[in-house]
């Protein structure tokens, strides 16, 4: 009996200090990690809204930012934010770049661990091109009546990233409505 209670406080003291030794890493290297992942998403809003030189964040979805970018003379050049849903095997995240009048200027996936050789194509600038120039209306794959063609083995993925979108462009859309009337009536008053 001595024995096994032996090797159960070895086993113990073993665990204790990997345990330890994890901890102490993972706080050193959690900053890192998270500062890596905030440049990512700054360079992917920079590449699906080039026009824009400076952005300003307006409200969230999903816990993410949703951001109004600027051009260089002050102006609207569209609106960036992070489309996010399950997919077939994990969340799929996606950056969306939108026009002022709410189409998509591009879109980039900067989070996925579909299947490699089928979701995994998501990542693709082919399929990434599919998106461009579309509104919510049209946001559906073919087998769902929208423009989307899916990916050959992986229309859950595709679907995923539609829905997503679809989703994110509603949204934008409804809090831009809602800050029109106030923006108007604020004009009105001062005339």
């Known amino acids: 009996m001595k024995y096994f209670l032996r090797l159960g406080f070895v086993l113990l003291v ?13 706080s050193l290297t959690e900053p890192i990690i998270k500062e890596n992942q905030r440049k990512a998403k700054e360079e992917a809003r920079m590449e ?35 489309a996010s849903l399950y997919g077939y095997s994990s969340d799929v995240k996606t950056m969306v770049g939108v026009t002022p009048d709410f189409k ?3 879109i980039k996936i900067i989070e996925q661990t579909e299947t490699p050789g089928l979701g995994a194509n998501c990542t693709k600038p082919e399929f990434q091109s599919l ?3 579309k509104n919510e209306t ?4 073919d087998k769902d009546g929208g423009e989307i063609v899916s ?10 990233i539609a ?7 509603k949204f934008l859309r409804k809090i831009e409505v809602q800050s029109e009337p106030e923006e108007i009536h604020r004009e009105e008053v001062t005339e």
């Open 48 to 82: 699906v809204l080039p026009e824009a030189v400076s952005f300003d964040s307006i409200s969230y979805l999903n816990e993410e930012v949703i951001y109004a970018g600027k051009n260089n003379e002050g102006k609207l050049a569209g609106y960036t934010f992070v």
């Open 104 to 106: 998509v200027n591009k």
């Open 151 to 160: 990916i050959t083995g992986a229309t859950i993925t595709t679907r995923t």
């Open 138 to 141: 049209v946001m559906l794959v």
């Open 14 to 26: 073993i665990t204790t200090v990997a345990s330890g030794i994890l901890a102490y890493i993972n």
């Open 163 to 169: 829905n997503s979108i679809r989703t994110g462009l």
């Open 131 to 133: 998106f461009e120039g």
